[in-house]
Nanobody
Framework: VQLQASGGGLVQAGGFLRLSCTAS????????MGWYRQTPGNQRDLVAS???????NYADAVAGRFIISGDFTRKTAYLQMSTLKPEDTAAYYC???????????????WGQGTLVTVSS
């Protein structure tokens, strides 16, 4: 399973960006998709996730400002980021939890990072 992410860029504080991530491959089903972010020298932290049943989870730092959604018929997840702050500046990584049809073990795949820069 491969992921293609897009939508990062440079935005002023208070602005808006929308990230998208699409999974591709064959013979698999998605359990959940999510976004993580990482700054130099720090660990990669969860930003938001969504299951195929629509259950969402957000980091406290983004709750109320970011919205994650999924169109799983298109194997795509979106992250709408509003009221962006300079501290949101990071590389954002898409993640998908998936399994092969007929298998029970869940695998994880990562997309390439997309850089989000918020200027003050």
């Amino acid at each position: 399973v491969q992921l293609q992410a897009s939508g990062g860029g440079l935005v002023q504080a208070g602005g808006f960006l929308r990230l998208s991530c699409t999974a591709s491959g064959s013979g698999f089903s998605i359990e959940a998709m999510g976004w993580y972010r990482q700054t130099p020298g720090n660990q990669r932290d969860l930003v938001a996730s969504i299951t195929t049943s629509g259950v969402t989870n957000y980091a406290d730092a983004v709750a109320g400002r970011f919205i994650i959604s999924g169109d799983f018929t298109r194997k795509t997840a979106y992250l709408q980021m509003s009221t962006l702050k300079p501290e949101d500046t990071a590389a954002y990584y898409c993640n998908v939890a998936w399994r092969y049809y007929g298998r029970t073990n869940i695998k994880n795949s990562w997309g390439q990072g997309t850089l989000v820069t918020v200027s003050s």
